[in-house]
């Protein structure tokens, strides 16, 4: 009967894994048409999944003003703290949006049109400080004289008026990616929903999980869930505060130099700096570039003396206070994930790369762990 049974399991074994070979072929051999059907299913389900953002950065706030308003001595702020403590995260990050949008989006738009439209006197800048170079430098290799040829050759009014229809093609899509009425709309009510009943969803999930799965795998599956989530929390929240200290530092630092473009490079610099290593280094070498032409020499080196000073302050003294030692990991870890990440997924895979990567590093290192434990116990038992 055993052997029965046995039996019976190998053949299911060996249906499953022919079933899943085919599925993959089939997969693979009508790659456009899943391709497209992906992507309708994720254009439909964008609006949930922006909501599900939206409430996951809310999370931290909503749940603070919860408790604040519970401790309230008037029983109706008591009871209805879950829906004021919403009302007022969403208050909350309105006004900073509209903070953002008065107040910082006009400096940027004046250095950002100011720059654009030097770029012609400052090509001449380089142009004239390259003639100027001896014969024998570095610097008068065929790389960077390709390099000139080519700027030379670009006028940027005939590339606007020659790429007109494809820059208003790439608007329509951001147009219809980040404003569209209905998604943001959708978003909004989505995120609001999560954010009420979330107590509710978590509690489902739970259960949901306690069914599917084993006592120990559903154990695992929580211990891996919240301890992502508090990666995953610990990292955008002091990555997002991290960047605006290095970027507010960094303006008042370049406006007290006298630095040209000040709030621009600033506001590049702190952006910049939410993709770990990487970010910081690609940002200080355009600051120092930017103004070595708009500032000479002098002003380059005592501005990207100031800079690297102030990133070394970040690095050691500000980051490690803002994120602890919860994400503590190796260099070589975080230039790995960021490079996979943006290979694979862009700017967004950059910056969520790290998170994701500390979470596998855990599983890694805990299953590492627990199969060493019991291979050591089979030895002991064994010797």
Not at 264 to 284: H, R, S, T
Not at 357 to 379: C, G, M, P, S, W
């Amino acid at each position: 009967m055993e052997q029965l049974k046995n039996s019976w399991k190998k053949k299911a074994s060996w249906l499953i894994v022919a079933i899943i070979v085919v599925l993959v072929y089939k997969l693979l051999d009508n790659y456009s048409s899943v391709k497209e059907w992906f992507d309708t299913f994720f254009r439909i389900l964008r609006p949930f999944l922006a909501g599900l953002l939206i409430a996951y950065i809310l999370f931290i706030p909503c749940r603070k003003f919860e408790k604040f308003f519970k401790k309230s001595k008037i029983n109706i702020i008591s009871k209805r703290a879950r829906g004021l403590s919403v009302l007022t995260s969403y208050i909350m990050a309105i006004l900073i949006i509209v903070i953002i949008i008065n107040c910082i989006f006009p400096v940027l738009k004046e250095s950002i049109v100011e720059l654009f439209s030097n770029l012609q006197n400052y090509y001449e800048i380089i142009l004239q400080k390259f003639n100027e170079l001896p014969e024998e430098s570095i610097l008068k290799g065929d790389i960077v004289k390709n390099a000139l040829d080519e700027l030379q050759n670009f006028d940027i009014m005939q590339f606007l008026n020659t790429n007109n229809q494809k820059i208003l093609e790439y608007a329509k899509n951001i147009i219809n990616i980040f404003s569209s009425i209905f998604d943001i709309f959708v978003s909004i009510i989505v995120s609001i929903y999560i954010l009420l009943e979330r107590g509710q969803i978590i509690s489902f999930l739970r259960k949901l999980a306690r069914a599917l799965f084993k006592k120990h795998t559903y154990n695992t599956v929580d211990k891996y869930f919240i301890k992502g989530n508090e990666v995953f929390f610990s990292f955008i929240t002091s990555q997002l505060l991290d960047a605006v200290i290095v970027g507010i530092l960094t303006t008042i630092a370049m406006m007290i130099l006298n630095v040209r473009y000040a709030p621009l490079l600033g506001f590049v610099i702190g952006l910049f700096n939410m993709i770990p290593y990487i970010g910081a280094i690609v940002a200080v070498a355009i600051s120092i570039l930017i103004t070595l032409i708009t500032g000479g020499i002098g002003k380059a080196l005592i501005m990207s003396l100031v800079v690297i000073i102030l990133q070394q302050i970040d690095a050691n003294i500000i980051n490690p206070k803002i994120i602890g030692s919860s994400l503590k990991v190796s260099p070589l870890l975080v230039i790995f994930s960021v490079t996979i990440g943006g290979a694979y997924f862009g700017i967004l895979g950059m910056f969520l790369g790290v998170p994701i990567a500390v979470v596998i590093k855990t599983i890694l290192e805990d299953f590492i762990d627990n199969k060493n434990k019991l291979r050591d116990k089979e030895e002991g038992i064994l010797n």
